[in-house]
């Protein structure tokens, strides 16, 4: 069975820090760029970051450039985000998600239009509250 699945999730307080993990189970992540995207109640859900295949190449939000940082790990077959300088506002269910690279793909659209997405993980909350 393909699939990701997102932990890592919790409640945290301000400023606090994170990290969540995407593990595929069923396929290799090594010819796919990945994605993290969140929800928030009420709110459309938003491009978080994404990371291509390669690991080189790297695009994240403007809420979030400087606080959180995507990374891979080809041999776990995971993929993180760390979460730093948390806000209220990043309060979320943050979901993980699997475009397969190909020329056309680029990260950019992938994370701002959800272009090429095959996978999406089921989401892990996280909540961020003093």
């Known amino acids: 069975q393909l699939q990701l699945v997102e932990s890592g999730g919790g409640l945290v307080q301000p400023g606090g820090s994170l990290r969540l993990s995407c593990a595929a189970s069923?396929?290799?992540?090594?010819?796919?760029?990945i994605g993290w995207f969140r929800q928030a109640p009420g709110k459309e859900r938003e491009g978080v970051s994404c990371?291509?295949?390669?690991?080189?190449?790297?695009k994240y939000a403007d809420s979030v450039k400087g606080r959180f940082t995507i990374s891979r790990d080809s041999a776990k077959n995971t993929v993180y985000l760390h979460l730093n300088s948390l806000k209220p506002e990043d309060t979320a269910v943050y979901y993980c998600a699997a475009a397969e690279q190909s020329v056309a793909l680029t990260i950019q659209a992938m994370c701002k239009y959800s272009v090429g997405i095959t996978y999406w993980g089921k989401g892990t909350l996280v909540t961020v509250s003093s």
């Open positions: 990371i291509s295949s390669s690991g080189g190449s790297t």
């Open positions: 069923g396929f290799t992540m090594d010819y796919y760029a």
